[in-house]
């Protein structure tokens, strides 16, 4: 059992499916979808880029030199990911929510699409190997990653990667692969000559670990994420980067000892929310980050990084924090997620979710120096503007994090954390996901709140502690709620449950009697129960069911996090006969984790 979500924080051989080959669109309208760009890749030795656009269900064509908008394919739904190959003939887009890849052709400025193909649940990154015969794409709810043959359409190897794995890097020569895996904050390096594991890496008390990036000389590896310290969430912790700071973190490719580096990236008094995405020159001389939640682009020298083989501090260290330029930071506005630097070396390409446009920095200056529209309505709806308040830092004490650091992209990072929305200290919670949260009143691990407005403000006042939000404000992050829906469930074929989860049906109805508590189409209930867990130290002495809708994926379980998994959690703390229930046979359960699966 999951908390439907904690108000603390709110804020497989696949299959080929042709289609014929779609005309580009022209330039969007301003009554056209947002384009929400979400990645970038360049091609054309940097003059032209492509761009994933996760709400419009496209990928643009952009040329970079003339600022221009080139042309707009349709692609899956909520592309994540574009990738191009080394002769910038072949383009992929990963679709999250068709779990599939668009496959594309490239010839000067003419985009076609090829079709496409079945991959695997919520494919994200991707890369290509040297030659383009293959490529290698991240399955984030498949906690793997495979590699698809370009000519045959059909999956030749796979590779396991725990805990949603987002971002892929590729060696020039193609023999190392790198992945990051956002939820347990490890990072794997494979062998792609061999096929094994080289190495694998946890970046302790991290999480969120978005993006992964390869130094030119291939002797590191970098990424950036976030540090929990495990402290109350309090004003005073926060200012102090006791609770959350935002960290990159530095590691050897070559060798596969358990050895990284890192470097604390805040400044006290004006933090940098939610590091997203990362890159580096063709020197290797500057790194970028991007941080999506303040907004701007970090550009740090590399040669001047104190990468610290131990505890790196809460703030930025104090030789780097000065005026002569070896850290800056270029405010971008809207919602930056990724950043690609230009082969001259003197500007950079970024993708801008919010701004719906690609911005070109000046490197030199430090500054915007154009905004390239890729299309969207003029005036932006309430969800819309209250999807902006959920990803702003900005509006937090100290801009230390915003809503999305702990429910990541509305889901949930993984994570317990400390807010007193239970009214008790020293007593974390695991954070839930906010998917179908507006279906699921009332709120809290006991259910205590019941009106989501005024969970929003308290989330925004008391959590993280920013100004008073207005009413519209409230509103509109409400309107932004009602649009996180559950993706599709893998766990279904053709909309239908296998044999095993309808015979766990029938448990659930009837033998475990779960159904007395998870009710309704979300499998939850407005009402609080004893379900005999220990006393959490909170005023409360009931909880509240949480739904049950996308259980497959919101691991680990229970308030504390204690069942690893969903058989864990029905054969000892949830087990049916503590509950009512009757106690389950071996087989029982596995059918019955079948059902969970499907919902």
């Given at each position: 059992?999951t908390a439907r979500w904690n108000w603390c924080w709110l804020l497989?051989?696949?299959?080929?499916?042709?289609?014929?080959?779609?005309?580009?669109?022209?330039?969007?309208?301003?009554?056209?979808?947002?384009?929400?760009?979400?990645?970038?890749?360049?091609?054309?030795?940097?003059?032209?880029?492509?761009?994933?656009?996760?709400?419009?269900?496209?990928?643009?064509?952009?040329?970079?030199?003339?600022?221009?908008?080139?042309?707009?394919?349709?692609?899956?739904?909520?592309?994540?990911?574009?990738?191009?190959?080394?002769?910038?003939?072949?383009?992929?887009?990963?679709?999250?929510?068709?779990?599939?890849?668009?496959?594309?052709?490239?010839?000067?400025?003419?985009?076609?699409?090829?079709?496409?193909?079945?991959?695997?649940?919520?494919?994200?990154?991707?890369?290509?190997?040297?030659?383009?015969?293959?490529?290698?794409?991240?399955?984030?709810?498949?906690?793997?990653?495979?590699?698809?043959?370009?000519?045959?359409?059909?999956?030749?190897?796979?590779?396991?990667?725990?805990?949603?794995?987002?971002?892929?890097?590729?060696?020039?020569?193609?023999?190392?692969?790198?992945?990051?895996?956002?939820?347990?904050?490890?990072?794997?390096?494979?062998?792609?000559?061999?096929?094994?594991?080289?190495?694998?890496?946890?970046?302790?008390?991290?999480?969120?670990?978005?993006?992964?990036?390869?130094?030119?000389?291939?002797?590191?590896?970098?990424?950036?994420?976030?540090?929990?310290?495990?402290?109350?969430?309090?004003?005073?912790?926060?200012?102090?980067?006791?609770?959350?700071?935002?960290?990159?973190?530095?590691?050897?490719?070559?060798?596969?000892?358990?050895?990284?580096?890192?470097?604390?990236?805040?400044?006290?008094?004006?933090?940098?929310?939610?590091?997203?995405?990362?890159?580096?020159?063709?020197?290797?001389?500057?790194?970028?980050?991007?941080?999506?939640?303040?907004?701007?682009?970090?550009?740090?020298?590399?040669?001047?990084?104190?990468?610290?083989?131990?505890?790196?501090?809460?703030?930025?260290?104090?030789?780097?924090?000065?005026?002569?330029?070896?850290?800056?930071?270029?405010?971008?506005?809207?919602?930056?997620?990724?950043?690609?630097?230009?082969?001259?070396?003197?500007?950079?390409?970024?993708?801008?979710?919010?701004?719906?446009?690609?911005?070109?920095?000046?490197?030199?200056?430090?500054?915007?120096?154009?905004?390239?529209?890729?299309?969207?309505?003029?005036?932006?709806?309430?969800?819309?503007?209250?999807?902006?308040?959920?990803?702003?830092?900005?509006?937090?004490?100290?801009?230390?994090?915003?809503?999305?650091?702990?429910?990541?992209?509305?889901?949930?990072?993984?994570?317990?954390?400390?807010?007193?929305?239970?009214?008790?200290?020293?007593?974390?919670?695991?954070?839930?996901?906010?998917?179908?949260?507006?279906?699921?009143?009332?709120?809290?691990?006991?259910?205590?709140?019941?009106?989501?407005?005024?969970?929003?403000?308290?989330?925004?006042?008391?959590?993280?502690?920013?100004?008073?939000?207005?009413?519209?404000?409230?509103?509109?992050?409400?309107?932004?709620?009602?649009?996180?829906?559950?993706?599709?469930?893998?766990?279904?074929v053709d909309g239908k449950r296998s044999a095993a989860a309808e015979?766990?049906?029938?448990?659930?109805?009837?033998?475990?009697?779960?159904?007395?508590?998870?009710?309704?189409?979300?499998?939850?209930?407005?009402?609080?129960?004893?379900?005999?867990?220990?006393?959490?130290?909170?005023?409360?002495?009931?909880?509240?069911?949480?739904?049950?809708?996308?259980?497959?994926?919101?691991?680990?379980?229970?308030?504390?996090?204690?069942?690893?998994?969903?058989?864990?959690?029905?054969?000892?703390?949830?087990?049916?006969?503590?509950?009512?229930?009757?106690?389950?046979?071996?087989?029982?359960?596995?059918?019955?984790?079948?059902?969970?699966?499907?919902?």
């Amino acid at each position: 059992m999951t908390a439907r979500w904690n108000w603390c924080w709110l804020l497989l051989c696949p299959v080929l499916v042709w289609a014929a080959a779609p005309r580009p669109r022209a330039t969007p309208s301003v009554s056209s979808p947002h384009r929400s760009p979400m990645d970038l890749a360049l091609v054309a030795a940097g003059r032209l880029a492509l761009t994933a656009n996760h709400t419009a269900d496209s990928v643009s064509l952009v040329d970079l030199d003339r600022q221009k908008l080139l042309c707009e394919v349709p692609c899956g739904r909520r592309p994540s990911a574009v990738a191009v190959s080394r002769d910038g003939r072949r383009v992929a887009v990963s679709n999250l929510w068709s779990d599939s890849l668009t496959l594309l052709e490239l010839a000067g400025t003419e985009l076609r699409s090829l079709g496409e193909v079945a991959i695997g649940h919520q494919p994200r990154g991707l890369c290509f190997t040297p030659t383009g015969a293959s490529l290698f794409v991240a399955l984030g709810g498949a906690d793997q990653v495979v590699e698809l043959d370009w000519t045959s359409r059909k999956i030749i190897r796979r590779f396991a990667a725990a805990r949603e794995p987002r971002r892929l890097a590729l060696t020039k020569s193609g023999k190392h692969l790198v992945a990051a895996s956002m939820r347990s904050s490890q990072v794997r390096c494979w062998n792609t000559e061999t096929g094994e594991l080289f190495w694998e890496r946890a970046i302790h008390d991290s999480f969120n670990l978005m993006d992964v990036a390869l130094t030119p000389d291939e002797e590191s590896v970098i990424t950036t994420q976030v540090h929990t310290r495990h402290h109350p969430i309090v004003k005073h912790n926060i200012e102090q980067g006791w609770a959350l700071n935002s960290r990159a973190a530095r590691m050897p490719l070559q060798s596969n000892d358990s050895s990284y580096r890192q470097m604390a990236l805040d400044i006290r008094n004006r933090a940098v929310g939610d590091p997203t995405a990362v890159s580096l020159t063709d020197k290797g001389d500057l790194l970028g980050i991007v941080a999506a939640g303040t907004q701007e682009l970090l550009l740090i020298q590399t040669e001047a990084i104190p990468w610290n083989p131990g505890e790196a501090g809460d703030f930025l260290d104090s030789s780097l924090d000065q005026e002569d330029g070896k850290f800056r930071r270029v405010p971008l506005g809207g919602r930056p997620l990724a950043v690609r630097f230009l082969p001259d070396g003197q500007r950079a390409a970024v993708a801008n979710y919010l701004l719906d446009a690609v911005q070109i920095v000046d490197l030199r200056a430090g500054t915007v120096s154009a905004t390239i529209a890729l299309g969207g309505p003029e005036k932006p709806s309430a969800a819309r503007l209250g999807e902006a308040i959920f990803y702003d830092a900005k509006r937090s004490h100290h801009q230390w994090f915003s809503c999305h650091t702990c429910h990541p992209d509305g889901h949930t990072s993984a994570r317990a954390f400390d807010t007193f929305n239970d009214d008790s200290q020293n007593n974390p919670k695991m954070t839930p996901t906010l998917r179908g949260v507006t279906r699921t009143a009332p709120y809290t691990w006991h259910g205590w709140q019941a009106n989501l407005g005024d969970a929003v403000e308290k989330s925004i006042t008391e959590t993280l502690y920013g100004k008073d939000p207005t009413k519209e404000e409230i509103e509109a992050v409400v309107a932004f709620l009602g649009t996180l829906e559950h993706p599709p469930n893998p766990h279904l074929v053709d909309g239908k449950r296998s044999a095993a989860a309808e015979r766990g049906k029938l448990l659930f109805e009837g033998k475990a009697r779960c159904s007395r508590c998870h009710q309704g189409e979300d499998y939850t209930s407005k009402a609080n129960y004893d379900v005999k867990l220990p006393h959490d130290g909170s005023p409360f002495d009931k909880w509240n069911p949480p739904t049950l809708r996308g259980v497959y994926d919101r691991g680990p379980y229970l308030h504390d996090g204690s069942a690893e998994t969903l058989d864990e959690l029905l054969r000892t703390p949830h087990a049916p006969e503590k509950l009512g229930g009757k106690a389950l046979t071996d087989e029982e359960r596995r059918d019955l984790v079948e059902f969970l699966k499907s919902l």
